[in-house]
C-alpha cells in the first residue's frame, strides 16, 4: 500500500489550497484515514481525520477553517484549506490504516505518505 500526497504550495495568509491523498495498492477496506502536520523545529500533530463512514474529528486550531473529507471509492482523502494563516506552514502528510486480504488471510496495515509542504506568507 502506498499513499501519495499532493496539492501543497506558496499561498498568501487567507487563501486556500485543497490536498488530496490517494491510497493505491492491494486494499480491501481503508478505515481511517487522516492529516498530520510538521512545523519547523515542532513535532508533528494531528489535524484532522475521517472514519470509514465519514466521521471527522478536527484539530481546534483549524476548526472552522479547514475541512476533511474521503472518496471511498476512490481511495482518496482531502483536506480543504481555507483562511490559511503563517503558522499553518508546515509539512502536511496524510496516514492511513486498513485491511488488506491475500489468499483470504487478512492482514492490517497502516501507512504513511510522504509530506508535501505548505508555506504560508503574511
Known amino acids: 500500500v502506498q499513499l501519495q500526497a499532493s496539492g501543497g504550495g506558496l499561498v498568501q495568509a487567507g487563501g486556500s489550497l485543497r490536498l488530496s491523498c490517494v491510497a493505491s495498492?492491494?486494499?480491501?477496506?481503508?478505515?481511517?484515514m487522516g492529516w498530520y502536520r510538521q512545523a519547523p523545529g515542532k513535532g508533528r500533530e494531528l489535524v484532522a481525520d475521517v472514519s470509514y463512514d465519514g466521521a471527522t474529528n478536527y484539530a481546534d486550531f483549524v476548526k472552522g477553517r479547514f475541512t476533511t473529507s474521503r472518496d471511498n471509492a476512490k481511495n482518496t482523502l482531502y483536506l480543504q484549506m481555507n483562511n490559511l494563516k503563517p503558522e499553518d506552514t508546515a509539512v502536511y502528510s496524510c496516514n492511513a490504516d486498513g485491511i488488506s486480504y491475500n489468499n483470504g488471510v487478512p492482514t492490517t496495515w497502516r501507512y504513511w505518505g510522504q509530506g508535501t509542504l505548505v508555506t504560508v506568507s503574511s
Open positions: 495498492g492491494k486494499i480491501s477496506r481503508i478505515n481511517n
